[in-house]
Structure formats: structure tokens, C-alpha cells
């Protein structure tokens, strides 16, 4: 009997060594999983926690903070229960956790990176940089135009967070053109109950990867509402990386008939180039922001001022906590992945 109760913490250590093993097959793990089976199980998730309002995900997250505070309160403190006991259960949960991460949906990280799948290069110079940021301040320029005509003034987004979330699925479909097997349904995007949490954390959203439900940061900017929503979206689909997600985010919002979605696409597709040439070459910086229309300038404005105001402590630590999972997860510039986003845009546009 004592040995029955290692066999699932003792599988956590070689669960690990299988991941590590076939992490090393990406062309495998494209085919097989993330076209094959991952697709089946995500549709079924989303077909039965999508019937619900409410973020069933958040629900039981937050169960499960209580039962682990009440358990460590009323078990392990109050020493009901062995240190002994209390670490089998915690590897023993542990063991299950890590699989039903990767066979749900973790296995996506180890997949074929996108420039791959895109046929297209994942270099570029500052030239093409420069080039593609042009084009991106002439896109967001006409988008500002024709939803504000004055130039000075921010876009305010007119939509409920539930009419953003409608309006996700004619985004995907304008990108099939571009990636024919990227079809948005059935639709499972919710706002999150962990939204303060989440903005005190630094971070928009998150994806479950037990119920494949994707989470929205109610509390973020509204005109940053599409993109956030999308790129969640892109992590059910199967693009587990965050610089992945946030390309098809943003394309899926380019490729929207919706002139906010258009909106929202252009100026963070932007915002990521802008970055990159002002780490490559200020004074090139400097010229192309004197392009870009003020009120954009004033929409890039207001989300810096809704982050700051949420600023403290504990966020640098969740943060590196995340990066560094990321850099587990076979992400190896972390939360930092603003090269690997231009590359894609900048390759993809030229």
C-alpha cells in the first residue's frame, strides 16, 4: 500500500524527462498534436465551458486558493497531518497538474515556430524595420482619421466588453484568408473575476489551459480591448507562445471589417515597431513618432497612465515569476519578446 502511494508523485520526474524528450520534435508535435488532437479537445472545451456566462476557470482557481489556505491552516499548521504526508499530496497534485497542462493545451509551446509555419524569414535589418513602421504609421493614421477626425483627440472604443467579444469571431474569419485553418468556433472569452488581481500583476488576460477559457482584464484600456481579446483567443487556437499570440492578435484585428478592431491591430502592430527602432536608432525614432497622429500618441498615453496608477511591489515579482516560466516553457526571451514580434510583422508585411 505505501508504495501505491508514489506511484503518481514519482511519475512527476519522468513526465518531465517525456516533455523534455519530445520537445526535441517540433515537426511531430505540429502534426499530431497541434493540428491533430489539440484542435478536438479545444472545440470541446469551449463547446462546454463557452455555454456559460461566468469564467467557470476563475471559479475553481479560486476554490482552489481556499482549499489550499484552509488546508494548510486547519491540516499542516495545526499539525493534523504529517510534513511528510503534506509532501506527498503536493507532489502527488503537482504530478496531475503537470499533466493535464500539457495534454490540454502546454504541448503547444514545443511546437514549429510561426515564421516556420509561414514560410517567411525571422530576420531583418533596420531598413526593412523602418520601412514596415512607415507603413503601420500610414495604416494607424488613416484608422485614427476615420473614427476621429481630430487629430489632437484618442479613439474611445463605443462597445460593451460582450460586443468586443462578438465582434472576435468576423476577426478570425477575415484572417482565414491568410491562415486557412485559424477558424474561431465555437467562442469562449470571458471577463475575469480576477481582473484587479490581474491589473495589480501587470498582466490583460490569461488563457486556462483547464478549461481552454480565455480571460479578459475587464479593467484594461478599452481601445486595447481587441487586440487582448484576440490574442487570447490566439492561445486557444494553439499558438501557446506570448510573441505568437500577439502577432495573430493583432493580424486578426487588422483583418477585421470592423473599423475599431482595424484600429486596435494597427497601433499595437505600431507600437511593437516603434519599440524596435527606438532601441536600434533614436534619432529614426524621433522622425517617425512626429508621424504618428497625437491622438494615437494620446491612446499609447492612457494605457501608460492605467498601468502606472496600478504600480507596486509585488508586480516586478509576478512578472519574473511569469518570465520565467515562460523561459521553461521553451520561451527563451521570456516575457521580453518584442524581436521576435517585429520579426514576424516586419517579414510578414514585406
Not at 465551458?49 to 488546508?71: Q, T
Not at 503537482?94 to 500539457?102: D, K, M, P, Q
Not at 504600480?311 to 520565467?324: M, R, V
Request: glycine letters at 4%; charged letters at 20%; aromatic letters at 16%.
Amino acid at each position: 500500500m505505501q508504495i501505491k502511494k508514489w506511484i503518481i508523485p514519482l511519475l512527476l520526474p519522468v513526465q518531465i524527462l517525456i516533455i523534455k524528450w519530445i520537445s526535441n520534435w517540433p515537426e511531430w508535435i505540429e502534426t499530431n498534436y497541434s493540428l491533430g488532437l489539440y484542435p478536438k479537445i479545444s472545440k470541446l472545451s469551449r463547446s462546454i465551458f463557452g455555454y456559460f456566462d461566468s469564467s467557470v476557470g476563475d471559479i475553481i482557481y479560486i476554490l482552489f486558493a481556499i482549499n489550499c489556505i484552509a488546508f494548510i491552516w486547519k491540516k499542516l499548521l495545526k499539525r493534523k497531518i504529517s510534513w511528510q504526508s503534506a509532501i506527498l499530496k503536493t507532489a502527488k497534485l503537482a504530478s496531475i497538474v503537470y499533466f493535464l497542462f500539457h495534454a490540454l493545451w502546454g504541448l503547444n509551446y514545443y511546437r514549429l515556430p510561426l515564421h516556420k509555419v509561414l514560410q517567411i524569414d525571422h530576420k531583418y535589418s533596420t531598413v526593412d524595420l523602418e520601412k514596415v513602421t512607415y507603413q503601420l504609421i500610414e495604416k494607424s493614421n488613416e484608422a485614427h482619421k476615420k473614427l476621429q477626425p481630430n487629430d489632437s483627440l484618442p479613439v474611445t472604443i463605443p462597445y460593451s466588453t460582450e460586443e468586443i467579444f462578438d465582434r472576435t469571431t468576423a476577426a478570425y474569419t477575415g484572417l482565414q484568408q491568410i491562415f486557412p485553418k485559424l477558424e474561431y468556433s465555437p467562442k469562449s472569452i470571458k471577463k475575469s473575476f480576477l481582473s484587479l488581481p490581474l491589473t495589480y500583476m501587470g498582466f490583460s488576460g490569461y488563457l486556462n489551459p483547464f478549461t481552454n477559457e480565455a480571460q479578459v482584464n475587464k479593467l484594461i484600456v478599452p481601445y486595447k480591448m481587441p487586440t487582448t481579446s484576440c490574442h487570447e483567443e490566439a492561445h486557444q487556437l494553439g499558438f501557446a507562445k506570448e510573441n505568437e499570440a500577439n502577432f495573430i492578435g493583432a493580424m486578426a484585428c487588422m483583418h477585421s471589417p470592423d473599423p475599431y478592431f482595424q484600429y486596435s491591430g494597427y497601433t499595437f502592430a505600431l507600437r511593437y515597431c516603434l519599440h524596435e527602432l527606438y532601441a536600434s536608432d533614436v534619432d529614426k525614432f524621433n522622425c517617425a513618432l512626429e508621424k504618428v497622429r497625437p491622438g494615437i500618441r494620446e491612446n499609447y498615453q492612457q494605457t501608460r497612465d492605467f498601468w502606472k496608477q496600478y504600480q507596486n511591489p509585488t508586480e516586478p515579482l509576478f512578472k519574473a515569476f511569469y518570465s520565467q516560466f515562460l523561459k521553461v516553457n521553451n520561451q527563451a526571451s521570456g516575457i521580453r519578446s518584442y524581436n521576435y514580434v517585429v520579426a514576424l510583422l516586419v517579414n510578414y508585411m514585406k
